[in-house]
């Protein structure tokens, strides 16, 4: 188990003065719920996958000023996939808190051209919107239900598990009905723009976001950008679990990293890179891990390659996923122990073949032609709060607001379920038609709540969730005003529960059925807390 906590160059954003404001305080007489000091107009969504625009969708809806703002070229979150793929990982990971690079006097507009500083103008664009994780072949491991955004139903005849291209059309289709996607409403959405800086201004009590958005310009052969700011007076944070890709600490690893292959490409990269399997026609593979990305890529490449190894860390105990990985390697992958050195290479510009690896056996592997690393992903510091060693960040109410300053939120990892309930809950506090419940009720639910920010969510505890909001938004609602809204469909739950009984329980586990998977206790799980239903979040927990 290794908690790492890095923070991509220029994706980091660093939050300045905030810890300083009491801004909301127990509410004196009653004792009970916040007050805010000052009424919440413009608001600023940043990230526009399913969380995102839900939150964006709804606080429009609500007459907020709403500006949405997502790095990438249009929306999709971790679901817009590209034959682009993400700019080199760090070896090592990157240490947190580097701060991006922004100009002193705002706003400021550069074109560059092709191979400025030493870097391609196709870098310096994938660098900028850093292209999603996903590979041609990449299906769900969640029934649909999971994976559903309001107004724009899949069709009754859809297969159990989606393809990772429906599920694009399904978040697009969800951004269009909002008025969200590219070139819809260009005062709302701002695409392939990134939030660079967050910084709370005591004077006015607003955010300011420090912006900066990349175009290309094919016709003069440039990439123009822009650094900007503008205020708000809260902030949705919704950027997802996956900030970026994580690189183990073996021995040896940076100087292989530096090994190319005879067609110019690495021989050793993450599997973030990972989109095809035909490539990999009589290669010699190692995988580095053991989760979920492991698992299917293996299965994606086993019929094309001459022989594929994957390197596997022991773990005492198996959640429920990482044993349906395990299990889930094609039977061609010989499982080989954990490398322990890498030793270094003569050439660098020869792959990696005659590179001796070393095990913890003791034993050496040679004749790898590629290594990918399924090694996870770490979340960086975003937007101030420091994260706790488990990757949450620090003080969060279970609706998502930070406390003190609940004018800043975020969203949680059952972003499309539960986030349904979360943007309209945004949108209540943040209008005056609801008051956040008492902190006090924080703590006790805390216990529940806090695993929707780290990843782990059984059906048990999702449903706990729904209930919270339900009696609450639907109290405050009948009280100062509102729609009510209604619990998680009962059939969903049920969809749900079968999906895991066939394809998580008993296929998988040996566990008898789902409830029996329910209770086995989290102290019992590989890190005290693990198990992602949502799967390959913190994929390091199982490498
Ligand atoms: C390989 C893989 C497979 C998965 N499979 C499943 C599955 O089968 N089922 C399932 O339910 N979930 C799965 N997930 C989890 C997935 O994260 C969620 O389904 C969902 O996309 C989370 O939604 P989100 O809106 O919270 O975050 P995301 O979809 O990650 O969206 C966050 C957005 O924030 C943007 N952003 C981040 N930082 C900034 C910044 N500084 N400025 C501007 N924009 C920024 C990003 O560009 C991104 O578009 C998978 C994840 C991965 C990586
Ligand atoms: C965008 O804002 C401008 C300036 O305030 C306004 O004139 C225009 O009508 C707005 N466009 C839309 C689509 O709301
Ligand atoms: C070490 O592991 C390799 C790969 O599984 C195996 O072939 C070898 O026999 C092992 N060596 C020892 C000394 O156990
Ligand atoms: C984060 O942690 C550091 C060191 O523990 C502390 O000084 C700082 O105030 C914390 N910041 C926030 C926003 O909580
Ligand atoms: C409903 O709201 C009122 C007023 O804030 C509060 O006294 C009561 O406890 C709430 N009821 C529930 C079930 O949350
Ligand atoms: C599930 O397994 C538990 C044992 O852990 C058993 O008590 C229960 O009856 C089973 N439920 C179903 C529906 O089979």
């Known amino acids: 188990m290794v908690f790492i906590q890095t923070a991509v160059a220029l994706a980091a954003v660093a939050l300045v003065g905030a810890q300083q404001l009491p801004l909301v305080e127990e509410h004196p007489q009653h004792n009970r719920h916040f007050e805010f000091s ?53 070896y090592p990971d990157k240490p947190i808190n580097e701060d991006p690079y922004i100009p002193h006097r705002l706003p400021f507009t550069h074109f560059y051209k092709e191979g400025e500083d030493g870097i391609s103008l196709d870098e310096r664009w994938r ?43 399904h978040v697009r289709a969800y951004a269009s009905l909002n008025n969200l996607n590219i070139n819809d409403n260009a005062n709302v959405t701002s695409y392939a723009t990134r939030v660079e800086k967050v910084l709370k201004l005591t004077e006015s009590n607003t955010w300011r976001l420090t912006l900066r958005k990349l175009e290309r310009i094919p016709e003069i052969g440039r990439i123009k950008t822009t650094w900007w700011t503008e205020e708000f007076d809260a902030i949705v944070s919704a950027t997802g679990p996956y900030v970026s890709a994580h690189v183990p600490t073996i021995e040896g690893i940076q100087d292989w990293s530096r090994a190319t292959r005879e067609d110019g490409g690495w021989s050793i990269y993450h599997s973030q890179n990972y989109r095809r399997p035909q490539r990999y026609q009589d290669k010699t593979v190692l ?10 890529i293996a299965r994606d490449i086993a019929p094309y390659t001459k022989k594929l190894l994957t390197s ?43 590179g001796n690896i070393e095990l913890v056996n003791g034993s050496i592997l040679t004749g790898i032609d590629e290594i990918i690393l399924a090694t996870g992903y770490v979340r960086s ?34 972003s499309w379920t539960i986030g349904a309930y979360q943007s309209y809950a945004f949108a209540k506090v943040w209008e005056g038609t609801a008051h956040l419940p008492p902190q006090r009720e924080m703590q006790r639910d805390w216990d529940d709540a806090k695993y929707q920010f780290r990843g782990l969510f059984s059906s048990r505890q999702a449903e ?26 009962l059939q969903n739950r049920e969809i749900f529960a079968y999906y895991s009984d066939v394809e998580w329980i008993r296929g998988y586990t040996g566990l008898r059925n789902f409830t029996e998977f329910e209770n086995v206790p989290q102290s019992e799980w590989p890190s005290g807390h693990a198990a992602a239903w949502d799967a390959i979040v913190f994929e390091e927990d199982g490498w």
């Open 312 to 354: 596997i860390r022991p773990h005492k105990n198996l959640s429920p996923f990482a044993l349906r990985s395990r299990l889930r390697f094609p039977e061609n992958a010989e499982v080989v122990p954990e490398i322990k050195r890498l030793e270094p290479l003569q050439l660098h510009h020869n792959g990696i073949q005659n």
């Open 381 to 414: 510091k975003t937007f101030g709060p420091n994260l706790t060693a488990d990757g949450q960040p620090e003080n969060i109410h279970w609706t998502g607001h930070w406390i003190p300053d609940p004018t800043l939120a975020f969203t949680n990892v059952r």
């Open 127 to 169: 660098e900028h919107w850093q292209p999603r994780p996903l590979w041609d072949s990449l299906h769900t491991n969640s029934p649909a239900v999971i994976t559903e955004l309001p107004g724009v139903p899949y069709a009754p005849d859809q297969p159990w598990v989606l393809s990772n291209h429906k599920i694009q059309s």
């Open 464 to 489: 706990s969730l729904f209930r919270q909001y339900v009696v609450w938004l639907n109290n405050e609602s009948l009280i100062n005003g509102g729609r009510l809204v209604e619990p998680w469909p």
């Open 287 to 296: 995988i580095v891990g053991a989760s979920v990305s492991a698992s299917e």
């Open 38 to 90: 000052h009424p919440v107009h413009r608001v600023a969504v940043v990230g526009a996958g399913p969380a995102g625009l839900q939150a964006a969708a709804k606080l429009v809806e609500h007459n907020f000023e709403v500006r949405l703002f997502d790095r990438a070229p249009g929306p999709g979150g971790n679901w817009f996939y590209s034959e682009e793929t993400p700019v080199r990982e760090s």
